[in-house]
T-cell receptor, first 109, second 115 residues
Framework: RKEVEQDPGPFNVPEGATVAFNCTYS??????FFWYRQDCRKEPKLLMS???SGNEDGRFTAQLNRASQYISLLIRDSKLSDSATYLC??????????FGQGTTLQVKP | EPEVTQTPSHQVTQMGQEVILRCVPI?????FYWYRQILGQKVEFLVS????????KSEIFDDQFSVERPDGSNFTLKIRSTKLEDSAMYFC?????????????FGAGSRLTVL
């Protein structure tokens, strides 16, 4: 079983919409995750960290559901600039991040 | 905001040639990494480097690859004899400490095209 699994999408939403992605994980001991964002042909950039208490940053909210072993990312009031691939990344003590294919979001005008 | 700098941004080379990709990590970071991304595929870990030695490497990082920190600022990835399948975007990354190793700062990448 893969360490994390995401729906690759693409998710096509209009500007202003609220969209949510889930990421399921297999390691029940995981207590934190990270959402990275990658624009087309650009480097991954850390969007936010997710701990048991969740995290909110402006229009973005991330939650970690340890009982069901999934992480969610909610984007409110989508902007065109939110179009990107969102990568759910499990923790690592070595810096060896394991990236999946991520979920692609396309925000349309 | 501090950033990781990579050069060149794009390199075209002939199969069999040697290529060196250069990176300047963030100055107070101690851990350095190379990742690569073949077009249309996911980002893949190549190697991590700490205290002037390789900490971990993936199966991709075979004898054709080497890394070096020749001075206090540069971190290089060398591919000795490039193959067509080495064509990819190569990302350098760095982190401040092991405990926070998940929070990697990536450079903008070096696109390698092997003909």
């Amino acid at each position: 079983r893969k360490e994390v699994e995401q729906d690759p999408g693409p998710f096509n939403v209009p500007e202003g919409a609220t969209v949510a992605f889930n990421c399921t994980y297999s390691n029940s001991a995981s207590q934190s995750f990270f959402w990275y964002r990658q624009d087309c042909r650009k480097e991954p950039k850390l969007l936010m960290s997710v701990y048991s208490s969740g995290n909110e940053d402006g229009r973005f909210t991330a939650q970690l559901n340890r009982a069901s072993q999934y992480i969610s990312l909610l984007i409110r009031d989508s902007k065109l600039s939110d179009s990107a691939t969102y990568l759910c990344v499990p923790p690592s003590n070595t810096g060896k991040l394991i990236f999946g294919q991520g979920t692609t979001l396309q925000v349309k005008p | 905001e501090p950033e990781v700098t990579q050069t060149p941004s794009h390199q075209v080379t002939q199969m069999g040639q040697e290529v060196i990709l250069r990176c300047v990590p963030i100055s107070n970071h101690l851990y350095f990494y190379w990742y690569r991304q073949i077009l249309g595929q996911k980002v893949e870990f190549l190697v991590s480097f700490y205290n002037n030695e390789i900490s971990e490497k993936s199966e991709i990082f075979d004898d054709q690859f080497s890394v070096e920190r020749p001075d206090g600022s540069n971190f290089t990835l060398k591919i000795r004899s490039t193959k067509l399948e080495d064509s990819a975007m190569y990302f350098c990354a760095s982190s401040e400490e092991r405990a926070g190793a998940n929070v990697l700062t990536f450079g903008a990448g070096s696109r390698l095209t092997v003909l």
